[in-house]
């Protein structure tokens, strides 16, 4: 299985700043996409941004410009660089990560446990 470990959430006023790491662990055959989802109270699950491995990598239209997603390949790891937060931005963020456990056949959803993220005065 894959093990999804979020950090970095926290308190911070509007137009500050936050950087989000995700790191995966388990007995990973390969992992072919990982991203940002958030939830705030009351709204579904919405896409932040994603990183299809050697593809693309997309943003939410209300994030582009502020945030920005990077990987570190050698730690199978996932940042989220969060800049001009907005009250707006306030919501629990969840890793996701599109992987392939040894021993299985196809890829699958993980998820973290999720980080809440409050931008407030």
């Known amino acids: 299985q894959v093990q999804l470990v979020e950090s970095g959430g926290g308190l911070v006023q509007p137009g500050g700043s936050l950087r989000l790491s995700c790191a995966a662990s388990?007995?990973?055959?390969?992992?072919?996409?990982m991203g940002w989802y958030r939830q705030a109270p009351g709204k579904q699950r919405e896409l932040v941004a994603r990183?299809?491995?050697?593809?693309?990598?997309v943003y939410a239209d209300s994030v582009k410009g502020r945030f920005t997603i990077s990987r570190d390949n050698a730690k199978n790891t996932v940042y989220l660089q969060m800049n001009s937060l907005k009250p707006e931005d306030t919501a629990v963020y969840f890793c996701?990560?599109?992987?392939?456990?040894?021993?299985?056949?196809?890829?699958?959803?993980?998820w973290g446990q999720g980080t809440q993220v409050t931008v407030s005065s």
């Open positions: 388990g007995s990973i055959f390969s992992i072919n996409a």
């Open positions: 996701n990560a599109a992987a392939q456990a040894m021993g299985h056949y196809a890829s699958s959803d993980y």
């Open positions: 990183i299809v491995f050697g593809v693309a990598t």
